[in-house]
């Protein structure tokens, strides 16, 4: 009896030990997404902003009015002191276990401190690297108190959800801080981010689909924040924009992202009046990269499958056949265009590249020390880059060639 | 001392050993120290100092052969008599043990930095000694057996975290493949063969498994595969975080687990990982403390070790609990003085024997 009582004793010890560390469910308060800015007072240290779930929220039984999520900022050294002081107010014990995603505002992300906090956050066990990265043109703070998504309750499921249509539509760079941190760290390219606003500016009068900054939308309704293009980043700050369209451009030139369902419209090429539109998926994008000569000489060809959606000119393009190879060189040409622009944009302006394509270089290298003392970022910009494009016209849709207009007003 | 029914221990269950004890180290710092040495190249230090230890390990295969029933100690004993011998063995029982606890701490210091941080690390310790003491304390067999029926599922989700991580890998991030150069690798490779050195304690035991020829087998099949898991591992590390981002990276593994996501919704799931990778640890740890226990033992000729097991248990969590953190641990202690020290012991120690065995046969 006194050894069963015994071992019984010794056996608490290593059964209760296992308390140390707990978590009681409702007592927790999930940081869903962390926003950092600038400080609102003084000069050091960051502003968070925590969107906190509350677990228990909506749960029969429980009360209904407590919110799903709670929004709170305050001044802190960094995030994770600004747990215990949250809790000079709220009751929940902050943890970032589930955090979605983390947004900055640009005026933080353009100064020096900007990689610091990054790279710092990391030591801590609860960060996730597989977490969103965004910039937003305002404070952080005030973008999260004004994204209010229309169809969704929780930040949690805006994020997951808006992820999905990013890889799709690659209007944004799907980036996280796990690919921030490593294109940074690897410094031998652009690291990009995702780019956003909440408060909506004049809109751009334009006539391309995706050729926009956060806030230049006309747009109506909904929820009020816009989500396009990208921040770029040098060496750990950020240095410029992208607008939708460049982003696209980028993914579909870099070799392991090919996004799948790009829709899209050009002038019509024989009725510059109407805009065609169409659905490309990028199948493959072939780089290679010859590094014998003083600067890098670098091809690329992408291959498009094309989807015709709309044809608003009425021209035939469908069962006309020279109609139809017109089409394609003119997609293979305006396709060109706009990928010359941007890697001539990247080699004068950004002065390094977004595209990966230092994957493709590293290659051709044995040791690591011959590879950095080519340094891919400084040979880049004289690199001589050559790009070819190929379409494939698949599909034409429901309908064969369009009523000649003509023969209607007849 | 031991008795033919004993001899149980047979290819399947030693192979399981093998693949469990060494097996598991790309989840600990290991995968961190190669890197930092070799760049890009540290996949390749396993294949090279898997040869260097293979030279050895064929030595001692024929010494083992030749002398049937006797351990390794005692054939130690038997060739360079009681006072060499008890100092060779004095040797390999501080090299084995240090390991033991060099070892054990920085496995505490992983489950304390990534999931039980408010978890007092003299209560981990208690945790991992005592179930590896209790195991341990069952006997080789016992170990053997468990190795054995846990193998399957340990390997199972190691090859599942490892499956649903490659959509997330970059092949490309492997080049340049040269690292820091090939003078840099082999350096390396030499200087860190010891990590495959464990293979030649097992030989301490040898009376314990069935005959020579399974002995043979089983350490043969589970070295090569201990290589090419390795291999594997630290390949796939490299293409998920790319050389300079995996130099401060401190357990590559756990980092790599929480990035596993099973379909869209099952996220968050490395304590699956953290379940499995236990089960190893703890008998990792248990077969590390009976042979340490058992070298010390053979080396005074004492009749039975078993009763020593807890006092060395014991010691360990004392011993281990000292290094002030793992930095102090892994990069003071382990990486320079267990790993480089041993290395040059243990790869001499089976040619030494051999040729005072070759000379002293033809007298």
């Given amino acids: 009896m006194k050894k069963t009582l015994l071992f019984f004793l010794l056996f608490s010890f290593v059964i209760l030990s296992g308390c140390s560390d707990k978590i009681e469910i409702e007592e927790e308060g999930f940081v869903l997404v962390i926003g950092l800015d600038k400080p609102s007072v003084g000069e050091k240290g960051i502003d968070i902003t925590f969107q906190i779930a509350n677990p228990s929220a909506g749960r029969a039984g429980e009360d209904n009015n407590a919110n799903e999520v709670e929004t709170i900022t305050l001044t802190a050294p960094d995030p994770f002191s600004a747990r215990d002081m949250t809790n000079s107010s709220e009751t929940r014990n902050i943890n970032f276990y589930h955090t979605k995603a983390i947004v900055i505002s640009e005026e933080l992300a353009k100064s020096n401190d900007f990689f610091h906090i990054m790279s710092s956050m990391m030591r801590e066990r609860q960060i996730r690297r597989d977490m969103h990265v965004l910039i937003s043109k305002e404070k952080a703070s005030e973008y999260l108190r004004n994204n209010k998504p229309s169809f969704e309750a929780s930040p949690h499921k805006f994020y997951d959800f808006m992820s999905r249509r990013w890889k799709r539509n690659a209007l944004v760079p799907n980036s996280t801080m796990h690919d921030f941190l490593r294109a940074t760290s690897a410094d031998a390219g652009l690291a990009l981010a995702i780019y956003t606003t909440a408060t909506s500016e004049e809109p751009k009068d334009t006539e391309d689909e995706d050729n926009f900054l956060p806030g230049e939308i006309n747009k109506r309704g909904g929820s009020d924040i816009q989500i396009i293009g990208a921040a770029v980043f040098k060496e750990g700050k950020m240095i410029g924009t992208m607008t939708g369209e460049e982003v696209r451009v980028a993914l579909i030139l870099q070799k392991e992202m090919r996004p799948e369902r790009l829709i899209f419209t050009y002038d019509d090429p024989i009725n510059p009046d109407f805009r065609i539109t169409g659905k490309a998926t990028n199948v493959r994008t072939d780089v290679s990269i010859d590094v014998h000569q003083e600067y890098p000489v670098i091809k690329v060809k992408q291959w498009f499958d094309i989807k015709v959606l709309a044809i608003p000119s009425l021209i035939d393009y469908v069962e006309n056949l020279s109609n139809q190879s017109k089409l394609k060189d003119y997609f293979e040409r305006k396709y060109y265009e706009h990928a010359s622009k941007l890697i001539e944009r990247t080699q004068k302006e950004f002065k390094a590249e977004p595209f990966n394509w230092s994957n493709q270089a590293r290659k051709k290298f044995w040791t690591l020390t011959e590879y950095e003392d080519y340094d891919w970022m400084k040979s880049y910009p004289n690199a001589e880059i050559k790009i070819e494009v190929d379409v494939t016209l698949t599909e034409f849709g429901k309908k064969l060639s369009p009523r000649d207009i003509s023969e209607i007003k007849d | ?363």
């Fill in chain 2, 1 to 363: 001392m031991i008795k033919p029914t004993d001899r149980k221990v047979g290819t399947r269950e030693f192979v399981a050993i093998i693949l469990l004890s060494m097996g598991i180290k790309f989840t600990d710092m290991t995968p961190t120290l190669l890197y930092k040495e070799t760049a890009n190249a540290a996949w390749m230090v396993p294949i090279l100092s898997g040869l260097i230890m293979f030279v050895p390990l064929l030595f001692l295969l024929k010494l083992l052969k030749f002398y049937k029933d006797k351990n390794l100690i005692e054939i130690i004993f038997s060739l360079t008599g009681k006072y060499v011998g008890f100092l060779l063995g004095m040797c390999l029982f501080l090299s084995s043990y240090s390991s033991t606890v060099t070892n054990s701490r920085s496995y505490v210091d992983i489950i304390s930095t990534m999931f039980f941080p408010n978890t007092n690390i003299i209560v981990l310790f208690l945790l991992l000694i005592g179930s590896s003491y209790y195991l341990a304390n069952r006997g080789l067999n016992t170990i053997a057996n468990t190795a054995w029926i846990s193998l399957p599922y340990i390997k199972a989700f190691m090859v599942i975290g490892i499956l649903m991580v490659t959509n997330q890998v970059n092949f490309n991030y492997i080049f340049p493949i040269g690292g820091y150069g090939a003078l840099t690798i082999i350096k390396n490779s030499i200087s860190y063969s010891s990590i495959f050195a464990d293979i030649m304690f097992f030989s301490v035991v040898f009376p314990f498994f069935k005959n020579y020829e399974s002995f043979r087998k089983a350490s043969l099949i589970g070295y090569a595969l201990v290589i090419f898991e390795l291999v594997m591992f630290l390949t796939i590390y490299i293409m998920y975080f790319d050389f300079p981002g995996i130099e401060n990276i401190t357990y590559p593994f756990q980092e790599i687990t929480r990035a596993v996501r099973l379909g869209r919704f099952i996220t968050n799931i490395e304590a699956v990982f953290l379940g499995f990778w236990s089960v190893a640890s703890i008998i990792r740890f248990s077969i590390y403390l009976y042979i340490s226990t058992a070298i010390f033992a053979y080396s005074l000729k004492l009749k039975e070790f078993e009763p020593l097991l807890l006092p060395f248990g014991l010691l360990v969590i004392l011993l281990g609990y000292l290094p002030e953190n793992f930095i102090i641990n892994s990069f003071q202690i382990r990486g320079p003085f267990v790993l480089n020290m041993t290395s040059g012991f243990i790869f001499s120690l089976p040619i030494l024997l051999w040729s005072i065995h070759k000379i002293r046969g033809e007298r």
